[in-house]
Structures are given as C-alpha cells and as structure tokens.
C-alpha cells in the first residue's frame, strides 16, 4: 500500500497536479466558549503534493528550513527526542507515550499533543514517558513531523528502551479522518503519505509491543477498530465508522473528544477506559445541546490490557490537574532528561 502511495506521489509531483483535501462542515458553530469546543468535520482525504514554488505557502515560517533541509533533519529530529525521554522507572510497568498531530493546517492538533506531552507525566508520574510528532509550522525545528517514516523509526527506537513483556506503548492520533478511513498527514508542500487503518495496523505488527492503547481522534475513526484490536490491546475512537467527529477548526482550541478525554476525564480519573466513558457522556451532551449528529466514540478492550494499566498506575494517586492552554509560539524540545 505505502509502496503504491510513494509511485503515485512521484507521478503526480511529475506533472504538477495538486490535489486538496476537502473539508465539510456539517454543524459549524461559532466561536467556542471556555466549556464547549467548536464544532466541525471533516470528510474525504487526499496526498497534497507540494507546490511549484514551495515558499510561496503562507503557512511555510518565513526564516524557517527549507523543505529539503527540514527532511534532511528528520532522523536526528527523531534521535534527539528519543534521547530525550526521561529514565525508565523499574520495578513495575512504564507507559510510552508517542503524540502524533497530523495536519498542520489547523493549530487544534498541535494543541492536543502539546497539552498531552505535559498532562501524561506531570499527572501520571515518573513512569510515564512522552514523545511528540508533529506538523505544524511553529514547531518545524524542534519536533520531528508527523509522518509515516518518522512514526516507525521512533517505534524503532521505543522498542530498543521498552521492556517488552511490561511495558506498555500509547499511541495518540489526532487528526482529519476520511471516510475510507484515512487520516491527513499533511505538512504542505511536503508530500508526506496519509496513514489508514490498515497501515496503521501493519506498523504496530512489525514491532512486538505485547501492551498497547491506541486513541484514533478524528471523523470516521471507529474504522479503526476492527484492524487494530487484539489481545493486550485497548483501542479508543472519537467516533463511529461512518460518524464525524467535531470541534476541529481554525475557530476551535481543542477538539471535542481532546477536551472531554484528555482535559476532563483524565483530570478525574487516571483509568482510561472510566475517562472513555465520563467522555462519551460529555461529547453526547454537546452534540445534543449543538444538534449535532452523535459522533459515538468507539472502545474495544482487548484480553489482559486493563489488569496492566492497573499495574502501572500502581495504587499511586494521581498528581494535582493540569490546565488546558493552546500552544503558542515555536516549541522548545519537552520531556528532557535529567
């Protein structure tokens, strides 16, 4: 699949064709307050190939690296954030937290996998570890992107830290979904390949990560399900298969699903699966106030994955919340070890 992905890049490069990803917005509201995200969707995904005069792109920072220079510097990008992970914690089971934002058109994703590299380890602990991909202009010399072949060499290299059989690796995507169950990857005028359900499985089987909790954040993510469940494995979706998601948009600061998992429930509970279920309510309380149609998050909580989870929270009670704020500015490097 990746392979016919690369051939059709290369052809389309070849002859200048761009092709945009569409977004619908059924639903669009205004501006959000502090307690409710924006709603909007999006639905159908494309490869964006670069355009002919790739500076032209306002959203390119003017000073920032060429794109060349910005592939060149991807494999010590993702070296120096795996260095940068903080010391395993032994004796019990740790949690690896890998945040990847996919579209750098809206700053609602890098939002979310900021807020999350702060929340996991100042909420969670010392055994606790995060790890951020991400596209987005403000961050383009600090974070490695959020692509395919940065996704599987930083698993690469999790796989060389992680004690396998204890361990336990998290994946938090956040991004547009399409309805053939595609998420954007997109860093314009890169042409980065877009990951779909089943790639995203096939990555995870090339890597023997025995535990795993993977959250799909995006329109049409319950496709998700089917390809990634397994034994030791929970998986979260912020939607049904064939359901949007909302709250993504330049008007919005965090996603619906962002906020009430993320910023809500895992501010009242270290248990993924009750946060999943204090979200669910929240996200259809929205909806309905929004006369939305339900998105209807998706779980499906693979044999042996709870009893870990509780082995590695440990009895230990959670630190004291931590605040959502939107990212602004570039992005130092998070996470640095002592």
Same mark, same amino acid.
């Given at each position: 699949?990746?392979?016919?992905?690369?051939?059709?890049?290369?052809?389309?490069?070849?002859?200048?064709?761009? @092709?945009?990803?569409?977004?619908?917005?059924?639903?669009?509201?205004?501006?959000?307050?502090?307690?409710?995200?924006?709603?909007?969707?999006?639905?159908?995904?494309? @490869?964006?190939?670069?355009?002919?005069?790739?500076?032209?792109?306002?959203?390119?920072?003017?000073?920032?690296?060429?794109?060349?220079?910005?592939?060149?510097?991807?494999?010590?990008?993702?070296?120096?954030?795996?260095?940068?992970?903080?010391?395993?914690?032994?004796?019990?089971?740790?949690?690896?937290?890998?945040?990847?934002?996919?579209?750098?058109?809206?700053?609602?994703?890098?939002?979310?996998?900021?807020?999350?590299?702060?929340?996991?380890?100042?909420?969670?602990?010392?055994?606790?570890?995060?790890?951020?991909?991400?596209?987005?202009?403000?961050?383009?010399?600090?974070?490695?992107?959020?692509?395919?072949?940065?996704?599987?060499?930083?698993?690469?290299?999790?796989?060389?830290?992680?004690?396998?059989?204890?361990? =336990?690796?998290?994946?938090?995507?956040?991004?547009?979904?399409?309805?053939?169950?595609?998420?954007?990857?997109?860093?314009?005028?890169?042409?980065?390949?877009?990951?779909?359900?089943?790639?995203?499985?096939?990555?995870?089987?090339?890597?023997?990560?025995?535990?795993? @909790? @993977?959250?799909?954040?995006?329109?049409?993510?319950?496709?998700?399900?089917?390809?990634?469940?397994?034994?030791?494995?929970?998986? =979260?979706?912020?939607?049904?298969?064939?359901?949007?998601?909302?709250?993504?948009?330049?008007?919005?600061? =965090?996603?619906?699903?962002? !906020?009430?998992?993320?910023?809500?429930?895992?501010?009242?509970?270290?248990?993924?699966?009750?946060?999943?279920?204090?979200?669910?309510?929240?996200?259809?309380?929205?909806?309905?106030?929004? !006369?939305?149609?339900?998105?209807?998050?998706? =779980?499906?909580?693979?044999?042996?994955?709870?009893?870990?989870?509780?082995?590695?929270?440990?009895?230990?009670?959670?630190?004291?919340?931590?605040?959502?704020?939107?990212?602004?500015?570039?992005?130092?490097?998070?996470?640095?070890?002592?």
């Amino acid at each position: 699949m990746r392979a016919l992905l690369i051939a059709l890049l290369a052809f389309v490069a070849g002859i200048g064709l761009t @092709v945009l990803w569409q977004p619908a917005s059924p639903g669009a509201k205004p501006a959000p307050t502090a307690a409710t995200p924006a709603a909007t969707s999006t639905a159908s995904a494309a @490869v964006a190939p670069a355009p002919v005069d790739a500076m032209a792109d306002d959203r390119w920072p003017a000073g920032g690296p060429s794109p060349e220079q910005l592939i060149y510097a991807q494999p010590q990008l993702v070296r120096n954030a795996l260095a940068q992970l903080t010391p395993r914690v032994d004796g019990r089971p740790n949690l690896y937290l890998v945040a990847f934002a996919g579209d750098a058109g809206e700053d609602v994703f890098r939002n979310e996998v900021e807020y999350a590299t702060r929340l996991f380890p100042a909420r969670f602990g010392a055994a606790t570890h995060t790890l951020v991909l991400e596209n987005n202009p403000a961050s383009l010399g600090t974070r490695p992107l959020a692509s395919w072949s940065n996704l599987e060499a930083t698993l690469d290299g999790l796989a060389r830290i992680m004690h396998p059989d204890e361990d =336990i690796l998290m994946l938090y995507l956040t991004s547009h979904g399409s309805e053939d169950h595609y998420l954007l990857v997109d860093m314009d005028p890169l042409p980065l390949d877009q990951i779909g359900a089943n790639d995203l499985a096939d990555i995870l089987r090339e890597h023997a990560f025995r535990w795993k @909790v @993977v959250v799909v954040n995006a329109c049409y993510s319950g496709g998700f399900v089917s390809p990634l469940q397994g034994d030791g494995t929970l998986v =979260i979706t912020a939607a049904r298969s064939d359901r949007s998601s909302f709250g993504c948009g330049s008007d919005s600061d =965090i996603t619906y699903f962002g !906020k009430a998992w993320l910023v809500d429930a895992l501010n009242r509970t270290d248990n993924f699966i009750d946060a999943f279920q204090r979200a669910s309510r929240t996200i259809a309380g929205w909806e309905h106030q929004d !006369k939305l149609t339900p998105s209807e998050p998706q =779980i499906d909580v693979g044999r042996g994955i709870a009893a870990q989870l509780a082995r590695w929270r440990g009895g230990s009670e959670p630190a004291a919340t931590v605040p959502f704020a939107p990212a602004t500015g570039p992005t130092a490097p998070a996470n640095m070890a002592q």
